[in-house]
């Protein structure tokens, strides 16, 4: 049985079906056609449809299939050498294109059939007619195949012009058959001859390979003849055929060899080589080959699996390890396992920075917001590890300014200022990297961040040089940070600057910077609305609150410290202690603060005992393991209010519970640490400590009073301290009064 799709089938059946499809298109009663009934008629001849005889029709179509397979026979030097694929293409690509045209050839027929000029004429209709379609199709119409495309479609065209039968959908699926008929004598002729001319071909290159390389009579017959095949078809020459096979046979020999040694793969990989060797032995290269590429997809697929699950526990490794970092606290070690981490579980190498960048803010924010220190230990180490990995400016100063912020926010609750003096190192060096001509919001975001260092560092000196340079750090971010542009960043470097007037205007006598102070936090709140940000609003309204009470304090009246009052208390509605403990325990303490100032000018103690509860509830968050300064503030003020509650009772109760405030706040705020902090506890002690020994004529206790406020002065004229001196110095005259009073000296 002959394979209707072999190639020497194809190349019959295709042309014939070109002769067909032109033939059809050149004949048709009304003249003009678009190649509808061709291309159906085309498909059933293609597809091999069983012969469909027409009783009535059949002698018209036995009479012009033999019209066309004779015209079409007239060439067998270019029929008989078109490659079989070409042909098939030929066949559907001018059958599809045929039915795009409309052409009149209804008038060209009858001029035809009267001419006695029809070769010229027929020529020039194909002609016309690859005009038409050579912008549709090169491969029809292209220099190689142009003749034999022109010289089928003016056979067929003749064949048309000179029938005199009409031609129907019905006869055309006849001729289509007809014309397999034909493919299958035509096909087992052309398949004999190349058969044996090919045998003759192969056996004489076997021959000479054989007799060039001995070694090649080790290649089994079948595979041999094989390669043979697969090699003449991409060659001109005997010689290069012989070179390619000599090749092919150097490759076949050392994988037989490679296979007959075996392998220290594994038995499962010589298995599959096994059954390749077997393949390959009979000539059977596609399936040797598929053998290969299914085995190596189950590897592949194994492999993966394999990684993937090594990959998961060396994370699980890591994580373990982390956990024990943290519990032995090794903040160092914990970066470090987290990076790792990274580089295991993120392919991407560029992805790292960003991914450990997150991680940063993780744990920074965890620090920051939830009071735990080690945390931001641990934020410190990953910002120097970013460092470490930075590749350009942006990850270098992005790397810096992290730095910064890990080490302000831990160093604001440390009692010394290393920390807060490498934040502003940070700060400055990550603006080397992010410059204002290249990242202008990233410079201006660090010069709002060196800006808070600044500050923090100056709440802790004597003088107002850090703070001066806070304010010019503020304003030089505002300088990009504009309400326009990013609102939010304005209104948050807005309260920042509020931030360092307020303790600027503290240091002062009059009252203009804590206005100005005012004016930044109410700006602030122009665009930081409840709504929008409510943990923002509520820190702007606290900070609100303690410049109003500066000014209050200053004052005669209360109106300030009303409104500042109003301030926390609405602060205090969004920052509940779950959501932000640290930062309800400073509200509640800055509300006490104000509570007291209101209490000092009323008679009653309502407002004072409101105080002492204020600062009793700051102190239950800010404890001396976590914020050990603001602690010692709490409870400086703590000792305050209590003193001044004890000033209006007879007994001592309430001024020894100021005396045990005052004494907890200077075992943070010690003379080394921070001298002004430690000699405002110490004045307040010894103020109390003298009031107290008065009133018991306990002369040892008030000459010991009278002994720390003389060194408590000294401490603020050496550090030209005026705002606390002249309390110190009243307290230092009454209690030397007392003293006169008490012993009669």
Not at 87 to 109: C, H, T, V, Y
Not at 536 to 558: F, K, P, Y
């Amino acid at each position: 049985m002959v394979n209707f799709l072999s190639h020497e089938c194809l190349e019959k059946l295709g042309t014939i079906a070109i002769g067909i499809g032109a033939f059809i298109y050149g004949r048709h009663e009304e003249g003009v056609i678009k190649m509808v009934e061709g291309a159906s008629g085309i498909g059933a001849f293609a597809a091999g449809k069983a012969l469909k005889k027409l009783e009535n029709e059949e002698e018209t179509a036995q009479a012009v299939f033999a019209e066309v397979q004779k015209k079409l026979s007239n060439r067998p030097d270019l029929l008989g050498n078109v490659d079989p694929y070409i042909a098939a293409n030929i066949s559907s690509e001018l059958s599809r294109l045929l039915e795009k045209m409309d052409f009149p050839i209804g008038d060209l027929q009858i001029i035809a059939q009267k001419s006695g000029a029809e070769e010229g004429l027929f020529a020039a209709l194909a002609e016309h007619i690859l005009e038409g379609l050579a912008p549709e199709s090169t491969t029809l119409c292209d220099n190689i195949h142009r003749p034999i495309t022109k010289y089928i479609i003016t056979e067929a065209i003749k064949a048309g012009v000179h029938s005199s039968q009409t031609i129907t959908n019905d006869i055309l699926i006849t001729l289509g058959n007809k014309a397999i008929l034909v493919a299958r004598e035509e096909g087992e002729k052309n398949r004999a001859h190349t058969t044996s001319e090919s045998d003759r071909v192969i056996a004489t290159l076997m021959a000479a390979i054989n007799a060039q390389n001995p070694s090649s009579k080790a290649v089994e017959n079948a595979a041999m003849i094989e390669l043979a095949k697969r090699i003449l078809p991409t060659v001109e020459t005997m010689e290069q055929a012989l070179a390619e096979l000599t090749n092919a046979v150097s490759i076949f020999l050392e994988m037989k060899n490679t296979i007959a040694q075996g392998t220290n793969a594994g038995e499962l990989v010589q298995i599959v080589l096994d059954k390749m060797a077997a393949l390959q032995a009979q000539g059977k290269f596609d399936e040797a080959a598929n053998e290969a590429t299914i085995a190596f997809e189950k590897w592949e697929k194994a492999e993966q699996e394999r990684q993937e699950s090594a990959k998961q526990q060396g994370i699980a490794f890591l994580d373990a390890g982390i956990n024990q970092d943290i519990l032995r606290r090794d903040a160092k070690s914990t970066a470090d396992r987290m990076l790792r981490k990274i580089q295991l579980s993120v392919a991407i190498q560029s992805e790292h920075f960003l991914k450990l960048d997150a991680v940063f803010t993780e744990y920074w924010e965890r620090g920051r917001d939830k009071g735990i220190n080690f945390d931001l230990e641990i934020a410190i180490e990953i910002a120097n590890a970013q460092f470490t990995m930075a590749i350009d400016a942006n990850q270098k100063g992005r790397a810096k300014n992290n730095l910064g912020n890990a080490l302000q926010t831990l160093g604001g609750r440390e009692s010394g200022t290393v920390r807060l003096e490498a934040a502003v190192d940070a700060y400055n060096a990550a603006l080397q990297e992010w410059t204002r001509d290249k990242v202008p919001l990233q410079w201006a975001m660090t010069q709002n961040n060196l800006g808070n260092a600044l500050k923090a560092l100056g709440e802790r000196e004597s003088g107002t040089e850090r703070l001066e340079a806070a304010v010019d750090a503020y304003n030089a971010a505002l300088e990009e940070l504009t309400r326009d542009k990013v609102p939010l960043d304005w209104a948050m470097t807005q309260c920042n600057l509020g931030n360092a007037l307020q303790t600027l205007g503290g240091r002062e006598s009059g009252t203009a910077r804590l206005k100005e102070a005012v004016s930044a936090y109410r700006l602030a709140l122009e665009e930081r609305i409840r709504d929008k940000v409510p943990l923002d609003w509520a820190m702007t309204q606290s900070n609100l609150g303690a410049a109003l009470t500066a000014i209050g304090e200053r004052e005669s009246g209360t109106e300030r410290l009303e409104a500042a009052v109003d301030a926390y208390r609405a602060a205090l509605e969004e920052r509940t202690r779950d959501k932000a403990p640290l930062q309800w325990a400073m509200t509640q303490n800055n509300l006490g603060n104000a509570l007291s100032a209101l209490g000092e000018r009323e008679s009653g103690t309502e407002r004072l005992v409101a105080a002492v509860e204020a600062y009793n509830a700051a102190l239950e968050e800010w404890t001396r393991d976590k914020v050990p300064l603001q602690w010692a503030m709490t409870q400086n003020n703590l000792g305050a209010v209590l003193f001044t509650l004890g000033g209006r009772e007879s007994g001592t109760e309430r001024l020894e519970a100021a005396v045990d405030a005052y004494n907890a706040a200077l075992e943070e705020r010690t003379r080394d640490k921070v001298p002004l902090d430690w000699a405002m506890s110490m004045g307040n002690k010894a103020n109390a400590d003298a009031i107290i020994a008065a009133r018991g004529k306990d002369c040892p206790r008030l000459r010991q009073a009278i002994a720390d406020l003389q060194t408590v002065i000294a401490v603020f004229e050496a550090a030209d301290h005026q705002g606390y001196l002249p309390f110190c110095r009243h307290a230092l005259n009454r209690a030397q009064a007392n003293l006169g009073a008490v012993s009669g000296e």
